[in-house]
């Protein structure tokens, strides 16, 4: 496999690390956040607004892209990519997240997971291979391999006996890969099933929050030699010390030359802490879920802005903010916008929020570079004073 | 009265004129259509937008931005412009034909109208004077006298009666003015009192569905002396000959070099109709209403990019349409987002419509120049397949 990753800065006060990641759709500068574009678009947002913001890569749910519009759909049209006009990288899941938190009636066996999609109740199954297969369909830059996320809590038991599960799927994803891989090489320069050949395939470490089980995990996967490795299982409900100390027990058996990617979390002092603990790529509802009910992220915490309190504010969601919501519209106009049910105001609030984010990476890689990384965590985390992230002032 | 309307020309084959009218805020080309920003904002668009469409003036909704967010707030953020961050020309509408379609409980005197409204069910009361002082406060560029708007059908003796309201609070209006904008010239030079000096206000038309009423309304409304001049109470529920025949019967009364606004329609074919009889401007909630149900304006009619039909279809919502909905995204990818209720699917169907209807304004300006109006118009209304302007195909 070809080196995508480069490490150019690691802090000497925490294990956070400076890179780059290299994809067939450009380069990621890492610590890195990607806007969740569940549905084949982040919501509510324009791709142009995305280039705009910044965003150097998007994440596409596998799970929601099959159930709708359906693989036939993203096929005739050449792939997501031109699909929804992004033409940046893509990271897919592998599908497995949204049929353990979505779907219904689910039976899991080793050969895979048959479900009833929660649209119209349409039965499907995915093995290993068909969340290959249909990540390649959808022709992402990355593609996850198939786990089992178990939820919190978890007996000990079934969380052993489902990370060895996860680790015999990350196998046969990866000799999928192996297989339609070389046979791509041989197709068309441009097409989805060629691209399977020049995308990446990242492992899934789970083991619930048992530190043996994590550490169990992280070494059978990366004995498997992936291009990445991602921690999932984590931020499903846990206490956040727990989620802390499953990435911790982990950690230390991930390769230093492979990017790390750290599933679906979390709050802004979350991602720094992670940043701390070695990772480096997040993905999060957040900023755009919480931007629907009126919820704003700021780098001392969240603002409601349903509340009376700004129906007279006249400065912006974020003083010294460099976002288009800032630049332009005050607290008090996107709270009318949000009170009246106006589409603009959650326009607004999700630009923002998404602009807070990653404006939140590209600080931490300066400070990483600059060799103040930690310092800047403490104060952040120090000063950011909504702890509960669904916690709305 | 300084002269704010110039008529450039006229169309020597019906009564289209090219002309163009200058506010406060900048020079409107007319005909012109004016996107409507009921609630402070034009629904999912930003001024950003709307400036990028050209749109050269947009309507704000007096009733609902006095219910929401109340004209406290309004006057604290300095008007209308300020809190939405338009700095474009602006007309306001009077709160009349909102109060009779939506609020409660009404009251009629000639004293002026009492209400509960829609939200929340508080009284209020509004005469014409307190209408002006709402619509001062706004600080629009162009204000509407208030009127009383008669449903479809009505009584020929109420049409009667009630026009005759409407003229009664015509001439109050313009009092009101006359008196507010005398004191207003010698205030401040950027204030919201000052505006009311520069601002131009409109008297309505009435008379129902009844040629006599309409001619009478019209003399006695240009009797008064208004900066241009509206027809109202058309497309209420009407058929169309009716809204025609109202037309009809009132333009032969309006002065030459006054604008003529007909309020609250159309389709694209019923626009170049109120062009061709002689109407200026027009303001019109299809286009973004429609868009939010999944349905696209055409020059050929409208597409319901909801059906199957447009699942794999790859072509733009309009061929060689040169708004960014079009240059980007194909009706295959629009069609998902609408079926999957994302908000980028009705952004993109509100940007495409709103540009569409723009665009026809200015072919139709282009068209009166060249002296082909008439042909164009007539072509046009052959072409167009959709009747029903709610029909969804």
Chains 1, 2 share one sequence.
Not at 215 to 241: C, M, N, R, T, W
Not at 291 to 300: D, L
Request: one cysteine or more.
């Amino acid at each position: 496999m070809q080196k995508n990753f480069v490490l150019s800065t690691t802090d000497r006060h925490s294990k956070a690390r400076r890179g780059q990641l290299t994809t067939a759709h450009g380069v990621i500068d890492t610590p890195a956040f990607m806007p969740i574009g569940t549905q084949g678009t982040v919501k509510a947002v324009t791709p142009r607004e995305l280039r705009e913001l910044d965003a150097q890569i998007i994440l596409g749910n596998t799970y929601h892209l099959f159930v709708r519009p359906g693989l036939d759909v993203i096929k005739h049209f050449g792939g997501l990519h031109n699909f929804m006009n992004w033409d940046g990288p893509i990271l897919t899941d592998s599908g497995g997240y949204q049929i353990f938190s979505l779907a219904k009636l689910r039976k899991i066996t080793d050969g895979g997971v048959e479900f009833q999609n929660h649209i119209d109740g349409a039965r499907a199954f995915i093995s290993p291979e068909i969340a290959m297969e249909i990540q390649a369909a959808l022709g992402g830059d990355i593609a996850m391999a198939l786990d089992e996320c178990v939820p919190y809590p978890c007996e000990y038991d079934y969380a052993a006996q489902s990370a060895e599960l996860t680790t015999r799927w990350a196998k046969r994803c990866l000799e999928w890969k192996r297989r339609n891989g070389e046979t791509a090489k041989r197709g068309l320069a441009d097409s989805p099933d060629r691209r399977i050949a020049d995308s990446m395939l990242f492992g899934i470490v789970q083991g619930a929050t048992f530190d043996d089980l994590r550490k169990q995990s992280a070494q059978a996967i990366v004995d498997l030699d992936f291009d990445g490795y991602a921690i999932g299982g984590v931020s499903v409900g846990e206490p956040e010390e727990e989620m802390m100390r499953a990435v911790e027990s982990a950690e230390p058996f991930l390769p230093r030359d492979k990017s790390r990617y750290a599933m679906g979390l979390g709050t802004p002092p979350q991602l720094l802490e992670m940043i701390a603990r070695g990772m480096d790529m997040f993905d999060c509802v957040l900023p755009t879920r919480l931007a629907r009910n009126g919820t704003a992220f700021t780098t001392t915490g969240t603002l409601n802005l349903k509340n009376a309190q700004f129906a007279l504010d006249k400065s912006p969601i974020e003083e010294n903010c460099a976002c288009d919501a800032c630049r332009e519209f005050s607290r008090g106009y996107i709270r009318h916008l949000i009170k009246a049910e106006e589409i603009l105001g959650l326009r607004l609030i999700t630009l923002h929020n998404l602009h807070s984010y990653l404006n939140l990476m590209k600080r931490a890689r300066t400070e990483i570079e600059s060799g103040t990384f930690d310092q800047f965590r403490k104060a952040f985390v120090a000063g950011y004073k909504t702890r509960d992230p669904m916690m709305v002032e």
